[in-house]
């Protein structure tokens, strides 16, 4: 049995149709984005916090800032993420981030992968999170070994393996990662968010160090506020 601070829990993913709505906007299955977009099989380097893979940009634009997708995430925050801290006051990520990785490419996301993967902890640098967040993944494609999130767990790796109804919530101290190149057959989506109790905010534990979103550079404790980053709910 795993000591990790991981958990598995469900969500109503009919009502809450978020993988529906991506493919109703790209009208294809999203495992197939990368022959409906014929998606170059190259390598793709974010780790400057640019994304150059189209669709990426394309769904976050024409679907996650639209009025219709942010309606469904306030609820979805009301009726899934808020029971589960009780319904105590949170910070959460205003909105949420998307990763694709499309079948036969590379992608490169951490400074230094190892063996293949892109394992890495989120308060680490590119990324710099605050060591108060809970990590919050759910996967928009069913996944198979080849391009599942894995975590390491008592020094061995391990398939997150969620189903699409399912949300996988893990610690900031639980290292993890994808695999450096999806040798799928199937293109990969994933949504993911952060979120907090708003009394395990600390600003002590935020700082000056220089953090980059979208090419631009951030002070840490500038970034990760309800300036940029949060919304309290």
């Known amino acids: 049995m795993s000591s990790l601070n991981i958990e598995y829990f469900k969500y109503d993913n009919e009502k809450f149709n978020f993988k529906e709505l991506f493919e109703n906007f790209f009208e294809c299955d999203l495992t197939r984005l990368h022959e409906k977009f014929n998606i170059e099989k190259k390598f793709y380097d974010v780790t400057a916090g640019i994304d150059n893979i189209s669709v990426v940009e394309d769904a976050y634009k024409n679907v996650i800032n639209t009025n219709h997708f942010k309606n469904k995430w306030f609820?979805?925050?009301?009726?899934?993420?808020?029971?589960?801290f009780n319904n105590e006051k949170i910070l959460?990520?205003?909105?949420?981030?998307?990763?694709?990785?499309?079948?036969?490419?590379?992608?490169?996301?951490?400074?230094?992968?190892?063996?293949?993967?892109?394992?890495?902890?989120?308060?680490?640098?590119?990324?710099?999170?605050?060591?108060?967040?809970?990590?919050f993944w759910m996967p928009m494609t069913k996944t198979d070994e080849l391009n599942d999130l894995y975590f390491i767990d008592n020094h061995q790796k391990k398939r997150v393996d969620a189903k699409l109804d399912e949300?996988?919530?893990?610690?900031?101290?639980?290292?993890?990662?994808?695999?450096?190149?999806?040798?799928?057959?199937?293109?990969?989506?994933?949504?993911?968010?952060?979120?907090?109790?708003?009394?395990?905010?600390?600003?002590?534990?935020?700082?000056?160090?220089?953090?980059?979103?979208?090419?631009?550079?951030?002070?840490?404790?500038d970034w990760y506020s309800t300036k940029h980053y949060y919304m309290e709910v």
Do not use: W
């Open 75 to 84: 609820s979805f925050i009301k009726l899934i993420v808020k029971p589960y």
């Open 167 to 221: 949300i996988f919530r893990f610690g900031n101290n639980v290292v993890h990662g994808n695999i450096l190149k999806n040798n799928s057959k199937n293109t990969r989506m994933s949504m993911d968010f952060k979120a907090l109790l708003l009394s395990n905010y600390d600003e002590k534990l935020i700082s000056n160090k220089t953090i980059i979103k979208r090419g631009k550079e951030y002070k840490q404790k």
């Open 92 to 135: 959460i990520q205003k909105l949420p981030s998307i990763n694709i990785i499309p079948s036969e490419c590379e992608v490169k996301y951490v400074h230094e992968t190892v063996n293949g993967y892109n394992f890495h902890l989120d308060s680490y640098q590119p990324f710099y999170h605050p060591i108060f967040e809970e990590n």
